[in-house]
């Protein structure tokens, strides 16, 4: 680990659709090939280089658990920036926290862009995918009925989280105009709750 950084020894890393578009040539990449992949990282710190220390300021510890980014974090290690990691909280799993940190940062990104509370009806498009289902627990953390679009199969998943599941696709806006009137609308996934969202 050079200065500023940690050695991770990774117990779970999560893939997002940007390393699909690097892997894949999408988005071009001066990195050498083969190259790694991942970013998202959950695991435990080996080794501190000099002055490394979290976003808070707080040092890094040999031992800590950690979640956050690392570059290339589909490995047995990874090296990262401590300031990009943080403690692991004892009731997030590894698997869970593996894969958060872009999606939590984004759907954090979504709720403080459009702050929402307790006289908010939010409608949450593609509430079941990952930015959707951090947004729509931050936004009945914060108060507000949030109405989800998901397919079937996952409206369960939807209610156990406290959000109100609405079917995706053609005619959204009468279906959620039959349950409330939405103050507010996060389009985690294409245009469907946006274009709800205008009409209604």
Same mark, same amino acid.
């Given at each position: 680990?050079?200065?500023?950084? @940690?050695? %991770?020894?990774?117990?779970?890393?999560?893939?997002?659709?940007?390393? *699909?578009? +690097?892997?894949?040539?999408?988005?071009?990449?001066?990195?050498?090939?083969?190259?790694?992949? $991942?970013?998202?990282?959950?695991?435990? %710190?080996?080794?501190?280089?000099?002055?490394? +220390?979290?976003?808070?300021?707080?040092?890094?510890?040999?031992?800590?658990?950690?979640?956050?980014?690392? #570059?290339?974090? +589909?490995?047995?290690? *990874? @090296?990262?920036?401590? #300031?990009?990691?943080?403690?692991?909280?004892?009731?997030?799993?590894?698997?869970?926290?593996? $894969?958060?940190?872009?999606?939590?940062?984004?759907?954090? #990104? +979504?709720?403080?862009?459009?702050?929402?509370?307790?006289?908010?009806? %939010?409608?949450?498009?593609? *509430?079941?995918?990952?930015?959707?289902? @951090?947004?729509?627990?931050?936004?009945?953390?914060?108060?507000?009925?949030?109405? $989800?679009?998901?397919?079937?199969?996952?409206?369960?998943?939807?209610? #156990?989280?406290?959000?109100?599941?609405?079917?995706?696709?053609?005619?959204?806006?009468?279906?959620?105009?039959?349950?409330?009137?939405?103050?507010?609308?996060?389009?985690?996934?294409?245009?469907?709750?946006?274009? *709800? $969202? @205008?009409?209604?």
């Amino acid at each position: 680990a050079g200065a500023g950084q @940690v050695v %991770v020894h990774v117990r779970a890393a999560g893939l997002n659709p940007f390393d *699909a578009k +690097v892997r894949s040539g999408f988005i071009p990449s001066d990195a050498p090939l083969p190259r790694r992949i $991942g970013s998202d990282v959950a695991g435990t %710190v080996l080794a501190v280089g000099e002055g490394a +220390v979290y976003w808070d300021g707080t040092p890094v510890e040999v031992g800590d658990e950690v979640l956050g980014s690392a #570059s290339g974090a +589909v490995a047995e290690q *990874a @090296v990262a920036k401590a #300031s990009n990691l943080t403690l692991r909280p004892e009731r997030l799993s590894f698997e869970a926290a593996g $894969g958060l940190n872009i999606a939590g940062l984004t759907a954090l #990104s +979504v709720i403080t862009t459009v702050p929402v509370g307790p006289d908010d009806v %939010v409608l949450v498009g593609g *509430a079941s995918g990952a930015v959707g289902l @951090v947004a729509a627990q931050l936004a009945v953390a914060a108060g507000a009925t949030v109405i $989800g679009t998901a397919s079937e199969r996952n409206h369960d998943l939807l209610r #156990s989280v406290g959000v109100v599941p609405v079917a995706y696709g053609e005619g959204l806006a009468e279906r959620v105009r039959e349950l409330a009137d939405i103050t507010a609308v996060y389009d985690c996934h294409g245009r469907d709750a946006l274009d *709800a $969202g @205008v009409e209604l």
